[in-house]
């Protein structure tokens, strides 16, 4: 419960999921799932989600350094409590959860000294939670896209030394707003 001003907001959640794999020679398949039903409630006002998200993918090696991976997923993000909040601390409504369809391919090269994955991601937002930077106010953004790729790799130089470089490229576009704050 947080009070802000002259009432209180509450959120509760429940959730259940599920994970599994199936390996046969070099593939590995994958699936997960989620069901979650969040609450939101203030100053006697309810409102309600029932919502589901999943996950299926597949990693196959070529040999003991290379292997090559996709995964489609469509997940959910509900908002947090103080993002109902503008930044004076007044009720803006309840925000819809965001949900993504996102697929991912990619290739892993492991050796004894280094680990290097790489990831083309793509993915379609629909109610796309952020700060409006102008009104300081969260919203949400009806429909946007987002791509790009993630560079990953490990180099061990001995055993108690190692260098890590992470390096992601992401290009958000806004594809439909309708209305915002």
Do not use: M
């Not at 006697?44 to 991976?69: H, M, Q, R, T, W």
């Amino acid at each position: 419960n947080i009070g802000f001003g002259r009432g209180t907001s509450t959120k509760d959640t429940i959730g259940i999921f599920g994970q599994g794999f199936y390996d046969f020679d070099d593939t590995e398949i994958s699936l997960g799932a989620r069901k979650e039903w969040s609450s939101y409630e203030y100053n006697e006002s309810p409102e309600s989600y029932n919502l589901e998200a999943f996950d299926i993918g597949i990693n196959k090696s070529f040999n003991k350094n290379i292997s090559v991976f996709s995964n489609f997923n469509y997940a959910f993000q509900t908002p947090n409590i103080d993002s109902q909040f503008g930044s004076n601390g007044i009720f803006n409504g309840f925000l819809e959860p965001g949900t993504s369809s996102t697929l991912n391919i990619g290739l892993n090269h492991i050796t004894k000294n280094n680990k290097l994955k790489l990831t083309v991601f793509g993915s379609k937002l629909r109610d796309e939670i952020f700060l409006n930077p102008v009104t300081l106010v969260n919203t949400n953004i009806d429909k946007s896209t987002k791509y790009g790729i993630e560079i990953q790799n490990k180099n061990n130089l001995n055993e108690s030394l190692s260098t890590v470089i992470n390096y992601a490229y992401t290009r958000a576009i806004v594809d439909e707003e309708l209305s915002i704050d």
